[in-house]
């Protein structure tokens, strides 16, 4: 495999690629490196080497956001800035 390359040529965001140049750079790598890390993790499993999928929220969750929404936007809800005020609530 060693001895000759070809050149391809990969659309991304911009800031995606910003990113990733940064994380990769991190890592003591660059974009090329990390693609061909990818594809050869690829081949050796026979597969995308980590599992994709949508990670949607159950519908609890997503009850839980809305409901952590709502109380976020309602003024009567007591908010506390301190923790001993908060505890001191709790044990009431």
């Known amino acids: 495999m060693a001895g000759t390359t070809t050149n391809i040529s990969i659309r991304m965001d911009t800031e995606l690629k910003t990113k990733a140049d940064a994380l990769f750079g991190e890592l003591g790598m660059n974009m090329t490196t990390a693609f061909n890390i990818f594809v050869r ?7 995308i080497p980590f599992d994709i999928s949508l990670n949607l929220p159950s519908e ?33």
């Open 41 to 47: 993790q690829s081949l050796r499993e026979g597969r």
């Open 60 to 92: 609890e969750t997503v009850a839980a956001m809305l409901e952590a929404e709502r109380i976020a936007k309602d003024p009567s809800v007591k908010g506390y800035t301190d923790l001993d005020e908060l505890f001191a609530d709790l044990k009431k």
